[in-house]
């Protein structure tokens, strides 16, 4: 296998030079790769290209994994064929800070716009005193904040029929953002009395619009220009997008061109009731996201190639503030170990833990509990079907946005050949969000 990629590699640097060009789509299905993997193996890293934008080694190939069957099935809608969604493949990565490429991306229906930053605008109106239109230029000569937060979409669930932990918790992602403080802009254009609400839109084909409540919006919204050190990508909202830490994915707004501040909560195309009626059962977690947490490594889809030392990690996360102890069980809960947590600890943000396990051959079920600075405990599936009067099959066959915040525990079982699949009990349905 080997000796044929580097015969590979030779033919394809041999029919470059000879033909004065690169490698054709041609030469490259010649040469039996597919196009994307065989213009993996031609990467000069002393070409100026190459050092102009960093490239990464050849050896590392791993990319997001495109949103499952509605690509193969074209004639469903959601999310559109063309315009595909994707998630963030998790276990490939170490840290916290999930590479802005790898970062998974949403888009519904609309695609992602190509928008010229120099005629891009944000108007904030409304129930203010002085409404105003920022330019790029404008919004970024204001005071500004860098800030570690997740984003997460609520279509992440434990399911036990995904096969990896991209396809559980793939729609996940965490990065560095800029930009200005949304109250910042709120406190230039001045709030009228009645002002409690804002509505957030978009420049996109859909308009994507949401209702935020104005005390998230004058607390910890960005209006965010920059990712990861970089200007915001397009699939990411380049050049503007809202931030609302802590909050389901759908409120942070990509490519925004308007606030609108309000007095109720507008009920545009994206809003949906559990969105703007908190439930009284979990009061001001109507919109945060509760504890959780994921093991990584090993998950399911990996091997074990050995007895022996191992160490388990994964990513902890809440929507409520800070990670204060993750614990780790190997015996599918009957007893938990605390975990250490590697790095910064920092609120609404991906925290990274790990137990060092020694593996001695036996089939082990893995999983990880998260408790939050609120002293919110993440639940098993049971509890959280307990709590919510739920099914088995109410949790898997009712679509994720009308289930709520789906943070229970998902356990990864090591079988004695070392392969590790989905620990929860089978289940005929899982209804998807993007399905
Ligand atoms: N304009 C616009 N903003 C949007 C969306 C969209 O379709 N259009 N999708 C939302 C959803 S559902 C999610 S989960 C996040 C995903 O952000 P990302 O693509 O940067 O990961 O963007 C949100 N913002
Ligand atoms: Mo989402």
Redesign the pocket.
């Known amino acids: 296998m080997k000796r044929t990629n580097r015969d590979r590699r030779r033919f394809l640097k041999q029919g470059a030079a000879v033909a004065g060009l690169v490698a054709t789509p041609q030469a490259l299905e010649l040469a039996g790769g597919s196009a994307a993997a065989a213009a993996q193996t031609v990467v000069d890293h002393n070409a100026l290209e190459s050092v102009l934008y960093g490239k990464r080694s050849r050896f590392v190939t791993t990319t997001r994994e495109v949103e499952g069957r509605s690509h193969s099935e074209q004639t469903l809608i959601r999310p559109h064929p063309h315009r595909p969604?994707a998630r963030t493949p998790l276990a490939e990565l170490t840290g916290t800070i999930t590479p802005t490429p790898l970062?998974?991306?949403?888009?519904?229906h609309?695609g992602i716009p190509d928008i010229n930053p120099d005629e891009h605008t944000l108007r904030v109106e409304g129930l203010v005193d002085r409404p105003l239109v920022f330019t790029m230029d404008e919004l970024r000569r204001l005071p500004f904040v860098s800030r570690v937060y997740f984003?997460?979409?609520?279509?992440n669930r434990p399911n036990p029929r995904a096969e990896t932990v991209t396809g559980t918790h793939g729609?996940m992602?965490c990065s560095e953002w800029t930009g200005v403080p949304l109250s910042v802009l709120l406190d230039e254009v001045g709030l009228r009395d009645a002002a409690s609400w804002i509505v957030a839109e978009?420049?996109?084909g859909?308009k994507?619009t949401k209702s935020i409540p104005l005390g998230k919006a004058l607390d910890d919204v960005l209006v965010a220009y920059g990712q990861n050190g970089e200007p915001v990508r397009p699939?990411?909202?380049y050049p503007l997008?809202l931030v609302v830490p802590g909050f389901?994915?759908?409120?942070?707004?990509?490519?925004?061109k308007r606030i609108k501040v309000v007095d109720q909560p507008y009920l545009s195309f994206q809003e949906h009731s559990r969105f703007l009626t908190p439930n009284p059962k979990t009061q001001r977690d109507a919109y945060d996201f509760g504890p959780n947490s994921v093991i990584t490594q090993p998950s399911g889809g990996q091997e074990l190639q050995a007895h022996g030392a191992h160490v388990i990690s994964g990513l902890a996360w809440s929507g409520s503030g800070a990670v204060r102890k993750v614990e780790v069980s190997t015996d599918g809960g009957a007893t938990y170990r605390e975990a250490e947590l590697a790095g910064p600890v920092l609120p609404k943000a991906h925290t990274r833990f790990y137990l060092p396990w020694r593996w001695n051959g036996e089939e082990a079920v893995l999983q990880s509990r998260c408790l939050d600075e609120r002293d919110q405990l993440q639940p098993t599936e049971a509890e959280y079907a307990r709590y919510w009067n739920l099914t088995r099959g109410q949790l898997y066959g009712t679509v994720q946005s009308q289930l709520g915040h789906c943070n229970w525990i998902q356990p990864w079982k090591v079988g004695r050949d070392g392969k590790v699949t989905n620990g929860l009990e089978p289940v005929d349905v899982v209804v998807d969000v993007h399905a």
């Open positions: 969604s970062h998974f991306t949403t888009q519904h609309y984003l997460e979409c609520v279509g729609r992602g978009a420049a996109d859909g994507h699939d990411h909202g997008r389901e994915g759908i409120y942070n707004v990509k490519w925004l």
